[in-house]
């Protein structure tokens, strides 16, 4: 079983440099998915730097949009890009090699996940990674906003796009904790 590590790339290279270096502990293959196009349809530069993250090269499965529709290049407002979906299910040409038995990680770039927490997966489902949030460094941890659900990971044979599994919402299961019973006297002293 192979872990591949799969997400869409702009020009964050600062956080694709973190991202490589914590995660390829736990990963086997990263696939990088960078567009010609960006998300609101203007045409752009590609800016991924194989040379700048070399180390990585052998485990990097790159992959290039270039294949936008028309249809699918207009200005989202508010709602979700046409573009991002599509160059998210790009992921697909990524996995090409991959097995049924592999582990398929979808993200944002930005969206890190603590794969140290991997074996608590049940590998009949679908999860979703309840992530911390940080702004501007690793040790700045916004406390005002609760995590961010971003990541998803699935066996590749329950893969249907990439997309499809970005859209799958998390379940917050109502319960209560009851730390400690104890009766009135235990709790005087």
């Known amino acids: 079983m192979a872990i591949y590590d799969c997400f869409q790339f702009f020009n964050e290279e600062e956080i694709l440099d973190i991202r490589l270096n914590?995660?390829?502990?736990?990963?086997?293959?990263?696939?990088?998915?960078?567009?010609?196009?960006?998300h609101q349809g203007n045409k752009r530069e590609l800016v991924f730097n194989k040379k700048?993250?070399?180390?990585?090269?052998?485990?990097?499965?790159?992959?290039i949009v270039n294949d936008v529709s028309h249809s699918i290049i207009k200005r989202h407002q508010g709602g979700h890009s046409l573009i991002e979906q599509h160059q998210r299910n790009a992921i697909m040409k990524g996995l090409e090699k991959s097995s049924d038995s592999d582990l398929i990680i979808i993200s944002d770039v930005d969206e890190i996940p603590?794969?140290?927490?991997?074996?608590?997966?049940?590998?009949?489902?679908?999860?979703?990674?309840?992530?911390?949030?940080?702004?501007?460094?690793?040790?700045?941890?916004?406390?005002?906003?609760?995590?961010?659900?971003g990541s998803r990971v699935c066996l590749k044979k329950n893969l249907k796009s990439p997309q499809f599994l970005r859209n799958i919402k998390f379940k917050k299961y109502p319960f209560w904790r009851l730390d400690k019973i104890r009766n009135i006297q235990i709790i005087r002293i």
Do not use: C, G
């Open 52 to 63: 700048k993250f070399e180390k990585f090269n052998h485990k990097i499965n790159y992959i």
């Open 22 to 38: 914590i995660l390829s502990p736990f990963v086997d293959y990263f696939v990088i998915v960078e567009s010609s196009y960006d």
């Open 114 to 149: 603590d794969l140290r927490k991997l074996n608590l997966y049940n590998k009949k489902n679908y999860a979703v990674f309840s992530q911390k949030m940080f702004n501007f460094k690793l040790n700045l941890m916004n406390v005002t906003e609760s995590n961010w659900h």
